[in-house]
């Protein structure tokens, strides 16, 4: 099984500030086949269902707010909040979904500061 | 507007069986691999079982592996989870999900399955 190891487990960031979220896997995540990395990031508020931000490492869904983005091949992934809202406040998490059984990163919880 | 609807979740003893449904609405459901996913309390999300478009395929985590069965019905756009030989540690809130392949794009609200004597 691939495993996805999260980076840090939580962080406190002021509002404004850039929060970083690293994910690394235990084997690639890039197809030689097409080039694409199988990696996406959720967001998991309290109380809600999680909600996919980015697919394909960096990929933004549609409707998801330009301060998130995703970056990273291969092996090492990040996610960036580059000015924290307080909205942003949830648990975070990326997915591999390159081999079976697809694999959770162990989450990183943001706060405010 | 995709909508996935979890039901069936309970309280049940160690050893019981539950069934877990979900009916999905706004989207092509037999177009689409279906999954579900449960967090622990406290946890993170853990990947269960998937099937494919058609149930020709399916795959299970080890912890769950010939306890719980995956099954759908295209024709009333559903999908279930039969789950056996009920432990502690499968008490968690599970979620029905779907996406083009292993991707998961959507989620339903979940449902909170307790085992406990």
């Known amino acids: 099984d691939i495993v996805m190891t999260q980076s840090p487990d939580s962080l406190a960031v002021s509002l404004g500030e850039r929060a970083t979220i690293n994910c690394e896997s235990s084997?690639?995540?890039?197809?030689?086949?097409?080039?694409?990395?199988?990696l996406s990031w959720y967001q998991h508020r309290p109380g809600q269902p999680p909600k996919l931000l980015i697919s394909?490492?960096?990929t933004r869904e549609s409707g998801v707010p330009d301060r998130f983005s995703g970056s990273g091949s291969g092996t090492d992934f990040t996610l960036t909040i580059s000015s924290l809202q307080a909205e942003d406040v949830a648990v975070y998490y990326c997915l591999q979904y390159h081999s079976s059984p697809v694999t959770f990163g162990g989450g990183t919880k943001v706060e405010i500061k | 507007e995709v909508q996935l609807v979890e039901s069936g979740g309970g309280l049940v003893q160690p050893g019981g069986s539950l069934r877990l449904s979900c009916a999905g609405s706004?989207?092509?459901?037999?177009?689409?691999?279906m999954t579900w996913v449960r967090q622990a309390p406290g946890r993170g999300l853990e990947w269960v079982a998937n099937m494919n478009q058609d149930g020709s395929q399916t795959e299970y985590v080890g912890s769950v592996e010939g306890r719980f069965t995956i099954s759908r019905d295209n024709a009333k756009r559903s999908l279930f989870l039969q789950m056996d030989g009920l432990r502690v540690e499968d008490t968690a809130v599970y979620y029905c999900?779907?996406?083009?392949?292993?991707?998961?794009?959507?989620w339903g609200q979940g449902t909170l399955v307790t085992v406990s004597s």
């Open positions: 394909w490492a960096s």
């Open positions: 999900a779907k996406g083009p392949g292993y991707l998961i794009d959507h």
């Open positions: 706004g989207f092509t459901f037999s177009s689409h691999w």
């Open positions: 084997r690639t995540l890039l197809s030689g086949s097409n080039n694409r990395n199988y």
